[in-house]
Structure formats: C-alpha cells, structure tokens
C-alpha cells in the first residue's frame, strides 16, 4: 500500500516570489508520482508526471518536481509564482505495476496574493 | 465531448434517498475510475472498470454504494440510502488504455445530503 503526506495545508505566497510545495510518500513498491492542480469548481488537471528516466520533470507553466528515492520525496517548485497559480494542490502516488489507481495527499492551498 | 462529463454537477439529498451519479467518459476509453473528495480532503479511489468489468471495488465505503458500467462507456455510481457522511464532491476519470498515461478527470458531482 501507499500512501502520500502533503505537511502543508495552506502556503500564502507573495507574486513573482519562488514557492516549494513539499510531498512525500510511503511505498513498498516502484511507484509512479503526479502533482494534480484543482481550480476552484473544476476537476483535476495533470501538472506533471514522473514515471521514469530523469527525476527532473517539468510543466509547461513553469512549474517542476524532482523525485528524490532516497527521501521518498517529490516536492514541486516554482521560481516566481502568478495570481493564476492560485489553487489547491495535490501530489499523488501510484504503483508501476496493475491499473494503477492513485492514492492522493490532503493538498496543499497555494494562495499569491499582490 | 471532449472531456469526462459529469452529472448532475450539484446534487441535494435528503437523509435516507437514494442518488444515482452518472459519468460520461471519453468516447472510447477503457478505464474508468470513480473517487471520492470529502470537503478538506484529497480525492480516495472508490472503484474501477475496464471496459464492462468492474475490476476493483475494494474503496466502496459501503454495500449502500454500486456502479455499474454495463455497456463499457457511461457509467452511473448509485448510493442507496443516503447519509450526512456521504456528503462529498464524487469524481470521475478515465483513460484510453490500462495506464496512467491519459488520465482525464471530470468537473465532479458535489452532492450534500442533509
């Protein structure tokens, strides 16, 4: 079984400042890791992916993760954050073996204020 | 469509009624997914179908709550006797093929029983 640990609820964050949305999970298995961004009312949106290979994987928006096997880790980074990037997000974590269904942290809220 | 559709998007029950969720997947996806996001909390798998087969149901918190997905698209979570804890955003996803490649989620259906 797996499970993911999002520490932070909330992280308030000034505009174009650098953010770190921190993730770490348990698994006895290879696993697959995601971070899912959630607007309000809307479903989730896949940000990024690590499924193998590099343990740098990047989003189109800015956005990036590093998996960290030794510390179980996957936090998400962003330089200088956006108004828009406020939002709830989500690290999630799967085995590499089965279908695969994901087992999610509570989230973390980001909020950019001006 | 283009994406998962959803309905109804807001659902109000009375203690005690039966609900019926329905999911409109990508037109030809194999899996189906349906989790569950109480308010505060990240979404927790609920159960699975590839194709017609429902395959897992081991997150099903209850025998109050059955899917089906008898002809291998649409798809229709039912709760039977609706409680206060049922209440929660209810989120379906699929994905073209068995992995986690194309992962699609729907906006959910938020459904209050009071």
């Known amino acids: 079984a797996q499970s993911v640990t999002q520490l932070d609820s909330q992280v308030p964050v000034f505009e174009e400042a650098p953010v770190e949305l921190r993730c770490n999970y348990s698994?006895?298995?290879?696993?697959?890791l995601f971070w899912y961004v959630q607007y309000p009312n809307q479903g989730l949106q896949l940000l990024l992916k690590?499924?193998?290979?590099?343990?740098l994987v990047e989003s189109i928006n800015g956005f990036e993760a590093e998996f960290n096997k030794s510390q179980t880790s996957f936090h998400l980074r962003k330089p200088s954050v956006h108004i828009s990037d406020t939002a709830e997000y989500f690290c999630a974590v799967t085995s590499t073996g089965g279908f695969q269904k994901l087992v999610f942290g509570t989230g973390t809220r980001l909020l950019v204020s001006p | 469509g283009a994406g998962v559709s959803q309905s109804p998007r807001y659902k109000v029950a009375k203690r005690g009624q039966d609900v019926a969720l329905r999911c409109d997947p990508i037109s030809g996806h194999v899996s189906l997914f349906w989790y569950q996001q109480a308010l505060g909390q990240g979404p927790e798998f609920l159960t699975y179908f590839q194709n017609e087969a429902q395959l897992d149901k081991s997150g099903l918190p209850s025998d109050r709550f059955f899917a089906e997905r008898p002809e291998g698209s649409v798809s229709t979570l039912k709760i039977q006797r609706t409680q206060q804890e049922d209440s929660a955003v209810y989120l379906c996803a699929s994905s073209l093929g068995t992995d986690i490649y194309g992962y699609t989620f729907g906006s959910g259906t938020r459904l209050t029983v009071v």
């Open positions: 698994s006895s298995v290879s696993v697959y």
């Open positions: 690590y499924l193998s290979g590099s343990t």
